[in-house]
Nanobody, 125 residues
């Protein structure tokens, strides 16, 4: 079974940087698409970024493109999200996600079958 565990969230000032990580077990990320989403209370889970199994892409939402970078360490089966120029609107719980298969299925949360518990990122103004 695929299991995901995020880490690295915390409190950061606006304009700062933070990197969150996702440890993946039960699947090799070298051949699997992986995604990052975020959610604030009362809103739907929002796509942030995705990376494809063969390092194709990556894909970013318009709100983070140019500020966030998704990457992965195949040897350690870790997926990263490097966040720069953070803004208060980036405050959310960040989730790592994997599709049921190995292929990228787009930015819709419902198409991802496996989720971590999330890590809180808070950006102060």
């Amino acid at each position: 079974q695929v299991q995901l565990a995020e880490s690295g969230g915390g409190l950061v000032q606006a304009g700062g940087s933070l990197r969150v990580s996702c440890a993946v077990s039960g699947r090799s990320i070298s051949i699997s698409a992986m995604g990052w989403f975020r959610q604030v209370p009362g809103k739907e889970r929002e796509f942030v970024a995705a990376i494809i199994g063969d390092n194709a892409g990556p894909y970013y939402s318009a709100t983070v493109n140019g500020r966030f970078t998704i990457s992965k360490d195949n040897a350690r089966n870790l997926v990263y999200l490097e966040m720069n120029s953070l803004m208060p609107d980036d405050t959310a719980v960040y989730f790592c996600a994997a599709p049921s298969g190995y292929c990228y299925t787009g930015p819709t949360a419902a198409r991802y079958a496996f989720w971590g518990p999330g890590t809180q990122v808070t950006v102060s103004s």
